[in-house]
């Protein structure tokens, strides 16, 4: 006999859906007692077959178990169906939802393309195990024909996760889409790219659609499908499901099919966008200069660099970037004000004024711009428009601590220093452990030679940071009228 | 039309996967000498007569190897040789494979033999009951009953015993609380049961002079590997093993087949003896040749099936299309006899007349390899295509799960000198798929 036939080893070509749905048919059909079938398919289809079935076999009764949500035993389920016993096939859909809940999955799915290199048997879905389990009980204590339908992802896991159970099957049957189902698919159940709408679904729903992309990529590798937009999809959905690192991945795989110019840029643009977050910023500077190359006239893209070299403390350049920002979009009141920013850290305070100038200009409602110009101001010794500006911050933000701290601190300057003692103690108010502000207090008393207030202040502040605060102390002039003071010696030392 | 759709119907039903077949079935075929020469009458059974004292054995195969009958088979020789035999499937209300440690089986033990012997024999329950009724206060705080049990009524006690022993599976939550209270007290649960059996073995009904303990299914506890990687396994057959071996009866315990390639087997081996293994029916030699002896069983077991059908049609010609088709069948499942029942389901599944074509049995053929195709990882291709060229696996997790999931088969033999050798191969299905005849081409021979 020759064992080497090439003949049998040649696989043949995929079963049409017709051939596959007359073997479904036939295998329930002929199965009398207990069954357990396999059937991967869209939902779409999975109630097509059910009809079918239905139909082609009136003599047999036929139900239909939905499950919408996540379960842990399904063998109760079944025990308690009204009827059970009259029940000759069992469809049982809906089994990805106790799959897809559990944790691991989340993250399997964010790994969607990479296959998982292994599947470790600590956290499986209960479902799976109590499938497992129960088997027996199952074949003994239900006499009909178990049909379940899944979408493929949930047939590998059972494979792997249920081995016996899936090991008793009579049957293992696959109804793919075909190309042009998916592109119905495709253009039905989502518009690409419009990122808004999945910021208004709810956590759940996102998952949902992770999932149905899965499978519709998973439908479509055998096929020349255009899954740039799957992809794309893909990467908003992870984004908002605050998953960056796969929707960093699933951008990356809009990149390497090398997609029109649009997509391309987005990929690129909104892949920066997440690898900041990740902090993995010269990364993201990268992505973001390609996407400028893609599109220089994209305002964004010059402000997102900025931001990552002011996070850098590359400030001259960032600035650079920001005024390439302004100068395709001017009224961009945000750009104005991180421009603000680094010019300050940069010890460029005049300038620094007249970008939160500019700022201002288009927004008055943002404290922190206000907080900034004073601090600004400040730096120039223009106390007073200092305070103004301070004002205005916390007109805006009332418990804006920092901001009555550094007003307190300018009232020292112009040598107001009840008014200064004032905003302290509205420091305090808002946050009892800002201990600069106890310093402050001390160094107030200091000056106006009430000791005992000074030393209790300065106490209460190193009991929260003693380094700090003693550091500061050791040098600070505000304190000379109590340094001989034996109390100070002890507290400092 | 209709008695060919209604034969194709009882074919399809014969050749059920998910049943073991009782002892004593004509359509049982012995392949003790294609597998090893393995008896389980024999190996495992002949101990238990011998032995004056207690045996304890492990039992291990591939899923779908055909134990569970093996077991029913011992189960049946062995009480018609004088002894009486309590066989149990942990799993089905006691253990949960999942999560399974010591003393979940300790219980279940106690509690199906409880079940068992309290009415066959008069066997004093005191013991036990009195164990019971020592851990009763810290049961009450589990809320696990709201009996009050003063330690006599044997009846309510035997419940008390079902109940603790069906929580530890059915409610998780409580699990590790039960087994918390129960760990420290497990010595002395052991003497009590053994009392127990001690006494009931005086008193064993038919004249019965031995007692023999089966535990069956524990080969699907599930490796549970913790923070040091010491596993559950290890925990259980290892750790314990000094426990496991002091029933005061003969027992048998299956274990899973991972446990038998794991870095413990020596250990094991010195601990229990050679763990039985139940391995495929060897339809190849290692160098590639057909083993007609292995072959010709695996025909058999086909054969045999569709005679007790009564069909009156020439099973070569006419059920199957012609010789070839059969002998595919038995190849492609390299003597694993539930996968040969799903091919031919399968292949059934595709005709509304007979005989069984070419076609459909390529069709089955075809998917029953996509099925093993998504089983194999990415990584796990290069493992094969070594096991392919080489016939040996290595002792690691890798080769472990592949065996697990049946991606590797084990074959046994007895060579010319009467010694026992074991090789390995790629399931056959394998062999032609993409992935695999890359990276088998790939690896040096």
């Known amino acids: 006999?020759?064992?080497?036939?090439?003949?049998?080893?040649?696989?043949?070509?995929?079963?049409?859906?017709?051939?596959?749905?007359?073997?479904?048919?036939?295998?329930?059909?002929?199965?009398?007692?207990?069954?357990?079938?396999?059937?991967?398919?869209?939902?779409?289809?999975?109630?097509?077959?059910?009809?079918q079935i239905k139909e082609d076999l009136p003599q047999k009764k036929v139900e239909v178990l939905s499950l919408k949500e996540p379960i842990r035993n399904l063998y109760e389920r079944v025990e308690a169906l009204p009827n059970r016993n009259e029940i000759d096939v069992l469809f049982i859909e809906g089994l990805e939802y106790s799959i897809y809940?559990?944790?691991?999955?989340?993250?399997?799915?964010?790994?969607?393309?990479?296959?998982?290199?292994?599947?470790?048997?600590?956290?499986?879905?209960?479902?799976?195990?109590?499938?497992?389990q129960q088997r027996e009980r199952f074949r003994d204590n239900f006499q009909a024909c178990f049909v379940f339908l899944v979408p493929p992802f949930v047939l590998k896991y059972v494979i792997h996760r249920a081995p016996d159970f899936f090991d008793w099957r009579s049957g293992a049957f696959q109804f793919r889409m075909d190309a042009d189902q998916i592109q119905h698919e495709i253009q039905h159940a989502w518009i690409p790219?419009?990122?808004?709408?999945?910021?208004?679904?709810?956590?759940?729903?996102?998952?949902?659609?992770?999932?149905?992309?899965?499978?519709?990529?998973?439908?479509?590798?055998?096929?020349?499908?255009?899954?740039?937009?799957?992809?794309?999809?893909?990467g908003d959905l992870f984004a908002f499901e605050g998953n960056c690192k796969a929707s960093i991945l699933s951008y990356e795989k809009v990149l390497e099919s090398d997609p029109d110019e649009h997509n391309k840029y987005k990929a690129w643009n909104n892949r920066g966008i997440e690898l900041s977050k990740l902090e993995r910023y010269e990364e993201a500077l990268s992505s973001f200069s390609h996407a400028a190359k893609i599109d220089p006239t994209d305002y964004r893209i010059w402000h997102n660099q900025g931001l990552i070299l002011s996070r850098l403390g590359r400030y001259k350049e960032a600035i650079s970037f920001f005024d390439e920002a302004l100068k395709l979009n001017f009224n961009n009141y945000k750009t104005w004000f991180k421009r603000g920013v680094a010019l300050y850290n940069l010890g460029k305070y005049r300038?620094?004024?007249?970008?939160?100038?500019?700022a201002l200009g288009l927004r008055t409602d943002d404290c922190q711009i206000w907080y900034n110009r004073g601090n600004s101001f400040g730096k120039l010794k223009q106390y007073k428009k200092a305070i103004k500006d301070y004002n205005k911050a916390i007109k805006l933000k009332p418990d804006y601590d920092n901001a009555w701290f550094i007003q307190g601190f300018t009232w020292i300057e112009l040598g107001q220093n009840v008014k200064a003692i004032e905003c302290f103690d509205r420091v305090l108010m808002i946050n009892p452990d800002y201990y600069l502000a106890l310093y402050g207090k001390a160094c107030l008393y200091s000056r106006l030679g009430q000791s005992d207030q000074s030393i209790e202040n300065l106490q209460q502040a190193i009991q929260i940071n003693a380094d700090e605060c003693c550091d500061l102390a050791k040098n600070d002039s505000d304190f000379d009228t109590i340094r001989d003071d034996p109390r100070f010696q002890t507290l400092i030392s | 039309m209709v008695d060919e759709f209604d034969i194709l119907t009882q074919i399809f039903q014969a050749f059920e996967p998910s049943k073991p077949l009782e002892p004593g079935d004509p359509a049982y075929v012995m392949c003790e000498d294609v597998r090893g020469d393995n008896n389980i009458l024999k190996d495992l059974g002949n101990e238990i007569r011998r032995s004056e004292g207690s045996t304890c054995q492990l039992y291990a195969g591939h899923r779908g190897s055909g134990k569970s009958t093996e077991l029913l088979r011992l189960k049946q020789y062995?009480?018609?040789?004088?002894?009486?035999?309590?066989?149990?499937?942990?799993?089905?209300?006691?253990?949960?494979?999942?999560?399974?440690?010591?003393?979940?089986?300790?219980?279940?033990?106690?509690?199906?033999?409880?079940?068992?012997?309290?009415?066959?024999?008069?066997?004093?329950p005191q013991p036990l009951m009195n164990w019971l009724h020592d851990r009763w206060s810290s049961l009450k705080e589990l809320a696990l009953t709201e009996v009050s049990f003063d330690g006599l009524d044997v009846e309510v006690g035997l419940n008390e015993f079902i109940k603790l022993s069906t929580s530890i599976r059915e409610v998780p939550s409580l699990r590790q609380d039960i087994r918390k209270q129960l760990n420290p007290h497990t010595p002395t649960l052991l003497d009590a049961l053994n009392q127990f059996i001690i006494d009931a073995k005086r008193s064993l009904p038919d004249e019965k002079t031995k007692l023999v303990v089966i535990a069956d299914n524990l080969d699907r506890i599930v490796p549970i590997v913790d923070d040091d990687g010491r596993s559950n396994h290890d925990e259980i057959w290892i750790d314990r093993s000094g426990q496991l071996q002091e029933l005061a009866c003969h027992s048998i315990y299956t274990v899973p087949i991972s446990l038998i390639y794991s870095k413990q087997v020596s250990r094991l081996t010195d601990i229990y003896g050679n763990p039985q293994v139940l391995p495929m029916i060897m339809i190849k030699?290692?160098?590639?040749?057909?083993?007609?002896?292995?072959?010709?069983?695996?025909?058999?077991?086909?054969?045999?099936?569709?005679?007790?059908?009564?069909?009156?049609?020439?099973?070569?010609?006419?059920?199957?299309?012609?010789?070839?088709?059969?002998?595919r069948f038995c190849l492609m499942s390299g003597g694993h006899?539930?996968?040969?029942?799903?091919?031919?389901?399968?292949?059934?599944?595709?005709?509304?007349?007979?005989?069984?074509?070419?076609?459909?049995?390529?069709?089955?053929?075809?998917?029953?390899?996509d099925t093993y195709r998504r089983t194999v990882q990415e990584a796990e291709w290069e493992v094969l295509a070594h096991v392919a060229r080489t016939k040996r696996i290595q002792n690691d997790d890798d080769h472990r799960d592949l065996l697990f999931r049946r991606c590797l088969m084990e074959y046994r033999y007895l060579d010319s000198e009467g010694e026992m050798q074991c090789w390995y191969d790629v399931h056959p299905l394998i062999y032609a798929i993409a992935e695999f005849k890359e990276a088998f081409s790939a690896v040096q021979p």
């Open chain 1, 351 to 358: 300038q620094a004024i007249k970008s939160y100038d500019k």
């Open chain 1, 1 to 51: 006999m020759n064992l080497d036939s090439i003949d049998w080893d040649e696989d043949l070509p995929p079963a049409s859906p017709e051939e596959e749905y007359q073997a479904l048919r036939r295998a329930i059909q002929r199965t009398d007692g207990f069954g357990l079938l396999f059937v991967q398919c869209a939902p779409a289809k999975g109630h097509e077959i059910i009809k």
């Open chain 2, 78 to 124: 062995l009480e018609e040789h004088g002894c009486f035999v309590v066989h149990f499937a942990a799993d089905a209300e006691d253990v949960d494979p999942q999560d399974a440690e010591y003393t979940d089986i300790l219980l279940a033990c106690t509690r199906h033999l409880l079940e068992a012997l309290l009415p066959k024999t008069k066997a004093d």
């Open chain 2, 337 to 369: 006899l539930r996968e040969l029942m799903q091919l031919i389901k399968e292949a059934s599944n595709r005709l509304d007349t007979l005989p069984i074509t070419v076609q459909a049995t390529r069709r089955a053929i075809t998917e029953a390899r």
């Open chain 2, 285 to 327: 030699t290692e160098s590639g040749d057909l083993y007609q002896p292995g072959f010709d069983k695996v025909r058999e077991v086909v054969i045999r099936r569709l005679q007790q059908l009564n069909l009156n049609l020439d099973i070569e010609t006419e059920v199957f299309e012609s010789p070839e088709v059969l002998n």
């Open chain 1, 101 to 132: 809940e559990y944790e691991d999955v989340k993250r399997h799915l964010g790994w969607t393309t990479e296959e998982i290199q292994s599947y470790s048997w600590k956290g499986v879905p209960h479902i799976l195990t109590n499938l497992n």
């Open chain 1, 193 to 234: 790219g419009d990122y808004r709408k999945y910021r208004n679904l709810s956590s759940q729903e996102r998952l949902d659609k992770i999932f149905h992309i899965q499978i519709l990529i998973e439908e479509g590798k055998e096929q020349p499908l255009e899954s740039v937009d799957l992809y794309a999809g893909l």
